[in-house]
């Protein structure tokens, strides 16, 4: 009997454990947030600055994965929103041109974490150079 009543505690320890969920889709939060360029030019002097219309934004759900789960590319406003997301962390990114990277581009990232459930994260702004 006593043995019985362990192996029923391990099962179901055991299967709680497995079932957490991980940051990702299913869940009813959202992720808001916005873009904006600045134009610089060879000086490294703003020229202008205005929404960064048409730019692509990734999101990695949790801590474990360097790929991309989804992208958004931003509104003519420079917003963009990924929705139905668990309680978790997340990174979004996107990429700003650099002169003196080695690729030419450099990635402007944030990471934020939802802690409920139905909560809207607005993201700080990331600024790209164009």
Do not use: P
């Amino acid at each position: 009997m006593k043995n019985t009543y362990l192996i029923l505690v391990l099962i179901f320890g055991f299967g709680t454990i497995s079932c957490k969920k991980e940051a990702g889709e299913g869940g009813t939060s959202t992720i808001n947030g916005k873009v904006w360029t600045v134009k610089v030019n060879g000086s490294g002097d703003t020229t202008a600055q205005y929404d960064a219309w048409d730019q692509d934004v990734y999101i990695i759900y949790g801590t474990d994965d360097l790929t991309y789960d989804d992208k958004f590319s931003t509104s003519l406003d420079g917003s963009y929103t990924f929705t139905n997301l668990t309680i978790g962390t997340y990174t979004i990114f996107t990429y700003s041109e650099c002169d003196f990277c080695v690729e030419g581009l450099e990635i402007v990232q944030r990471t934020v974490e939802i802690t409920d459930k139905k909560q809207v994260v607005e993201v700080e702004t990331m600024n790209v150079i164009e």
